[in-house]
């Protein structure tokens, strides 16, 4: 009775990976042949603007849909209309384009022997005339395919979650020229009314604070919002500062700028250390922007945005 178990647990083991093993080959073959229906389609559209073999992509019913995001209806489009588009391009003059796959993204699911499924990620680039590429969208994509006799056809298509903004894809930064100080004595006025705000601020010296701050003071911060009450900001600052945070100016990047007529604008980065915190926690740097208010030369600051 052993012998006859072991016998059929071999034998359906065998039947087993002989079955799995063709549908993976068949798999893969199928993988293949929808690939290169991909590469055609876009070796068309981008490069040899031969519509008259999107016959051998396209079935006569496709329909191509664009998802639109929650603003706006998913658009559609024939193949008429979707031919029409490659034939623009191809006789307009715009720009030369560049399409990838993303990675390994690219995913064949067979459905059944007539029916399959391909889904992928891909980028779109712009080729610039003085040399280079700029990318100007990334997209996921689901087609349907069916079986045709021996060949495959493509139903249709829906591409969505696009995404058309990359402020920094190819483009490097822009970093302004360094700053340098104007000739006139203005930077040292400001570097020392710094000092000795900061100074008090880390000392909790509220009367000079009370002193430098305007009547009229307005504190715009990027996570708690605008504070336009004077009383309110230093009591704040008497609750949640005094004796427990500190200030330093990050050396080196101070800047400043006369404001004709009113007084100056102060533009630099800061760190602040919470004596609450084990010593040694890093500090990230935050960028600042103080409007100074000269008025027969007393300065006070009328405006503080600060920026995490």
């Given at each position: 009775m052993l012998k006859h178990i072991k016998l059929f647990t071999i034998i359906t083991g065998t039947l087993f990976l002989q079955a799995t093993g063709a549908r993976g080959q068949a798999t893969t073959a199928l993988y293949r042949t929808l690939k290169a229906k991909d590469s055609l389609l876009f070796d068309i559209a981008f490069h040899s603007c031969d519509v008259q073999r999107l016959h051998e992509v396209f079935a006569p019913d496709f329909v191509f849909y664009h998802d639109n995001g929650s603003d706006g209806p998913t658009g559609t489009q024939s193949l008429a209309s979707f031919i029409e588009n490659i034939q623009h391009r191809c006789t307009s003059h715009t720009p030369e384009m560049r399409r990838e796959i993303a990675g390994n993204s690219l995913q064949v699911i067979p459905v059944n022997h007539q029916e399959a499924i391909q889904t992928g990620i891909q980028r779109l680039y712009v080729l610039m005339e003085q040399g280079g590429e700029r990318l100007v969208e990334e997209s996921k994509f689901t087609r349907n395919w069916k079986r045709e006799g021996n060949d495959w056809k493509m139903v249709s298509e829906l591409d969505y979650?696009?995404?058309?903004?990359?402020?920094?894809?190819?483009?490097?930064?822009?970093?302004?020229?360094?700053?340098?100080?104007?000739?006139?004595?203005?930077?040292?006025?400001?570097?020392?009314?710094?000092?000795?705000?900061?100074?008090?601020?880390?000392?909790?010296?509220?009367?000079?604070?009370?002193?430098?701050?305007?009547?009229?003071?307005?504190?715009?911060?990027?996570?708690?919002?605008?504070?336009?009450?004077?009383?309110?900001?230093?009591?704040?600052?008497?609750?949640?500062?005094c004796g427990k945070v500190s200030r330093e100016l990050v050396p080196g990047s101070l800047e400043v700028y006369p404001i004709h007529g009113y007084g100056a604008v102060e533009i630099a980065y800061h760190r602040f250390h919470n004596n609450q915190q084990p010593v040694g926690t890093p500090s990230k740097a935050s960028k600042f922007i103080v409007l100074w208010k000269n008025t027969d030369g007393h300065w006070q600051i009328s405006r503080v945005i600060s920026l995490h």
């Open positions: 979650a696009v995404k058309t903004s990359f402020p920094d894809a190819g483009q490097p930064r822009y970093a302004p020229n360094p700053y340098v100080p104007s000739a006139e004595p203005l930077y040292d006025v400001i570097a020392r009314q710094d000092s000795l705000f900061f100074h008090a601020y880390n000392n909790c010296d509220m009367e000079t604070m009370t002193n430098t701050f305007s009547d009229s003071l307005e504190f715009y911060h990027d996570q708690t919002g605008l504070s336009a009450s004077k009383k309110d900001v230093l009591e704040s600052t008497h609750k949640n500062i």
